[in-house]
Each structure stands twice: as structure tokens, then as C-alpha cells.
């Protein structure tokens, strides 16, 4: 192999190690739709986990220490994004999100699992164990 092909593939190697290293390990509260589509372009090898929510919503007040314990066990193995859909409703309707809170999992802007509704900590812990192999 000539050696500026192996040069490639370092480059890209690295490229790739140093956008591992840097992913969020908290949770990315997005504000405008440019800074969703720059997360998912960002690091189109990670699930990005995102809560659909709204103040007013009452089962997402519930979800979210949920979703908070859940980043802080799995922060930086996926990406935790939280999308307020009166701020934000450009995202849900991207979506089709009609009832929140919604959970979607996607992976290089791709739905790869959704989920509608409040649901426990051990249900949802049981869904990440299930996409950790997308995470490759």
C-alpha cells in the first residue's frame, strides 16, 4: 500500500478518535434547528438519544430525571438531546412527533427505535443495553 493511502487512513483514524473523545456528556439542550442537523452530522457514528418534551406536559416532567440518570450512566457512549417542541417544533414535525414525551433514537439522522411515552428507568435502560450495537 503507497504510503500516502496509509496517511489517509491515519488522518481518518484520528479524525474519527478525536470526534470520540469529544462527545457530549451532558445533555445538549437544543435551540434551532441548525444546531440539531450540526449534532447529527457532528457524529454520525453515535446513537443520539432525544427527548421530545414540553413544560407544560406533565409525563415529561416525570420522564426526565429519567432521562437524567440515564445520561449520567451513559453519557458519552450515546449522545442526550433534549428538543422542547414549542421552541423547537420544527424537529417534531421533521419527525412526525404527535404526543410527547417521545423518545427517538437515531443514528446518522436515521430513526433507529421510538418510543412514546414516560417509561421507567429499567425499560429504557433496557433499550440502550439493546442499541449500544448501532454505537459501532
Same mark, same amino acid.
Given at each position: #500500500?503507497? @504510503?500516502?493511502? /496509509? @496517511?489517509?487512513?491515519? /488522518?481518518? $483514524?484520528?479524525?474519527? #478518535?478525536?470526534?470520540?473523545? %469529544?462527545?457530549?456528556?451532558?445533555?445538549?439542550?437544543?435551540? &434551532?434547528?441548525?444546531? *440539531? +442537523? +450540526?449534532?447529527? $452530522? @457532528? *457524529?454520525?457514528?453515535?446513537?443520539?438519544?432525544?427527548?421530545?418534551?414540553?413544560?407544560?406536559?406533565?409525563?415529561? #416532567? &416525570?420522564?426526565?430525571?429519567?432521562?437524567?440518570?440515564?445520561? %449520567?450512566?451513559?453519557?458519552?457512549? *450515546?449522545?442526550?438531546?433534549?428538543?422542547?417542541? @414549542?421552541?423547537? =417544533?420544527?424537529?417534531?414535525?421533521?419527525?412526525?412527533? %404527535?404526543?410527547?414525551?417521545? &423518545?427517538?433514537?437515531?443514528?446518522?439522522?436515521?430513526?433507529?427505535? $421510538?418510543?412514546? =411515552?414516560?417509561?421507567?428507568?429499567? !425499560? #429504557?435502560?433496557?433499550?440502550?443495553?439493546?442499541? $449500544?450495537? *448501532? +454505537? !459501532?
Amino acid at each position: #500500500m503507497p @504510503d500516502n493511502e /496509509l @496517511d489517509k487512513i491515519r /488522518l481518518q $483514524k484520528a479524525e474519527s #478518535m478525536m470526534k470520540t473523545s %469529544s462527545v457530549p456528556k451532558e445533555i445538549v439542550k437544543i435551540k &434551532t434547528m441548525e444546531e *440539531f +442537523n +450540526n449534532l447529527s $452530522k @457532528d *457524529f454520525p457514528e453515535k446513537v443520539v438519544m432525544i427527548d421530545f418534551w414540553a413544560v407544560w406536559c406533565g409525563p415529561c #416532567m &416525570t420522564f426526565a430525571p429519567v432521562f437524567e440518570k440515564l445520561n %449520567s450512566e451513559y453519557g458519552g457512549e *450515546f449522545i442526550f438531546v433534549k428538543v422542547n417542541v @414549542d421552541e423547537v =417544533g420544527s424537529i417534531a414535525q421533521r419527525y412526525g412527533i %404527535s404526543g410527547i414525551p417521545t &423518545t427517538l433514537f437515531l443514528k446518522g439522522g436515521n430513526v433507529v427505535h $421510538k418510543i412514546v =411515552g414516560a417509561y421507567p428507568y429499567e !425499560h #429504557m435502560k433496557k433499550v440502550l443495553e439493546k442499541l $449500544k450495537s *448501532f +454505537n !459501532h
